[in-house]
């Protein structure tokens, strides 16, 4: 839009005010669109994900401690003891289905997954695609506030900028610019024909 008012204003020909009056009303009206800063959001999303190890996680000193506990003094070695002997006898009954196996700890899984949604809405913001975007922001917050240390700083600070970043508008509509193409298309026609 700007070259085509930088190439009718070279013209100086009167006949074209309205069409220049369109270019700048339209010009006026896209520059007032907000433009978010697409490449910071993501490079900010990938701080974010390389931090997520760093995130304590809710009550894991609680069970750290309970771990030490049990592991101290002659019951602990019992336990530890009853524990390897478990691993090494395996009892499977023929009629039975095979059951999936399950992680030892579900806690292993709390990382990737907070991942994966913030590589989600890197993907999403990289293609201006609001709504998974603001879905995958959405579902990494809950999953934070549920599964992590909330009072901890590192927490609160991810919390707070995943916040900021869901206040960004990703794909602000664009008005309409058509008016000005089809002023000039209309000038050039009554050209034409006079």
Known sequence: LEAADRHLR???????????????EE?????????????GMALTLGTLIDGIDRLPIANASLVAQSESAAATGWRGVLHDLWQELKSLVVIKHHGEADRPLLAPDPRYFLR??????????????????????QQALRSAQEWITLYFDNDAPATAATLQELARLQRIDIAPSLPDISGSLNSLQAWLTNRGQQ
């Open 27 to 39: 010009l006026a009206a896209l520059r007032s669109i907000p433009n978010p800063d697409i490449t």
């Open 10 to 24: 070279a013209l100086k020909n009167p006949s074209l005010l309205d069409v220049r009056r369109l270019l700048a």
């Open 112 to 133: 990737p997954h907070l991942r994966l949604n913030l590589e989600s809405a890197r993907i999403a913001l990289l293609h201006r695609d609001d709504t998974p975007y």
